[in-house]
DNA sequence: AAAAAAT
């Protein structure tokens, strides 16, 4: 599933506002009709706000540079004019033989590499046109296979491309259309040079298709580098998180934050979270304890082999595990249909990174919860993300049971020193103030009330509402307030 | 400081 699966015929009547502009449905837009064919058959009529403005200005041939938060159905606001851009292509069809890559769809994760795969040959179905995906961590063999047989969209990361390109195994010499997408995913990755390299190898007669989280200096750095004073579409206000989503933070000390995830999806019968951790070291350690805990878990980070990965991602998405612990590789991009629940078992070292992380609950209008963990020292990145999410987020505290808190605790995290003791700064070590964890709680966490209408493609087993066994958060609301919220800060960070 | 991506 991708972004492009924005169940529009079913959510938009449900969880979406009204659209007051009347806006046209894909008939009117003017697809060919093999892709609306497809279109249909996937059940959208009506196309989200993003994919109204990108199709009339890609399908006329300019450049776009498009600010689009996830779940917005981007993907489909880029595949769908494509491929009607390359028709008439296919309906020469004169040598079906060794045709060119005419479209180069460039992504910074092999995940959504595969995954707008996945959405593009959902849309070309109909059509002759041919799509491929090249991306590292598999063999190398069957891609050169598919790409001498001829594709003419390619979907790739730059690493695996630019093997590829060496090894002459791909013509991009005929690329005609050209998509970065999360491009500002592929800068802070470094890809900068990569890219440099594999757009060298492109005509410079193409449309440059570039779409991004932000429009920070550096995108707009890329855009004039190699766009052509493209159109600027902005849907989402950047930055922003959805609406749908109820954030709230608890603070928890470190070496209970295992125990509190375990009570969060146990007590609740959450069945579907993506657990965020900020190492894989951790991601691994955490999905291996929650499993002794009783938790059905896996990891997925970037250490794991690529078959590990795509194996824990499918049991995901079957509903096979109840909690997908991950790193930011599954930050950005992935689209699970309906995941419920995110949480945050440590805080993003930046603030993007939460919004990018909490986007992949409360898709497509649907609701969502995102919780967060975090430590007092880790209460400054809180406050960082309020800033850049423009809204206070809850505080509540989190109670757990003391004997599920002991049972739960390894003796590993009890022994370690949390906090580096003072690197010659004349600081005595303070040890932070630890939130009171006790037997007893106020007010359940409850996952937010309004039910998605659409069920998420994974059926969820039924939630066992086993309220008050233990994870409670009480504690009112605290509004955010920017001087006494750092006032318990430890020494060290 | 961490993670991702060609091998």
Known sequence: MTDSDIPQAVDAAVAAPAVQSPSPSFDEIGLHSLILQAVKQTGYTVPTPIQAQALPEVMAGRDVMGAAQTGTGKTAAFTLPILHRLMPLANA??????HPVRALILTPTRELADQVFESVKRYSLYTPLRSAVVFGGVDIGPQKDALRQGCEVLIATPGRLLDHLSQNTVNLSQVGILVLDEADRMLDMGFLPDLDRIIRALPAQRQTLLFSATFSAEIRKLARTYQKTPVELEVAKRN??????TQIAYPVAEEDKRAAVVHLVKSKGLNQVIVFSNTKIGTSRLA?????????????????????????????????????????VAARGLDVAGVPCVINYDLPYSAEDYVHRIGRTGRAGASGDA???????????????????????ERGQLMVPKRDLDSSRGSSARSLPAHDRGRGRGKAYVEPPKPVIDEFFLKPYEPSASAPSKPAAVKPTAPNRKAGLGVLLGAAPKPVDKDTANSGEPVGN
Request: overall charge negative; proline content about 4%; charged content about 35%.
């Open 288 to 328: 291996r304890q929650l499993e002794r805990d009783g938790v059905k878990a896996e990891s997925i980070h970037g250490d794991k082999s690529q078959a590990d990965r795509m194996k824990a991602l499918d049991a995901f998405k079957a509903g096979e595990l109840e909690v997908l612990v991950a790193t930011d």
């Open 371 to 393: 919780i967060s963990l975090y430590t007092p020292a880790q209460e400054k990145l809180l406050i960082e993300v309020e800033k850049l999410i423009k809204r206070p987020i």
């Open 240 to 245: 922003a998180t959805a609406d749908t989503v």
């Open 93 to 98: 069809s004169a040598s079906p033989a060794r």
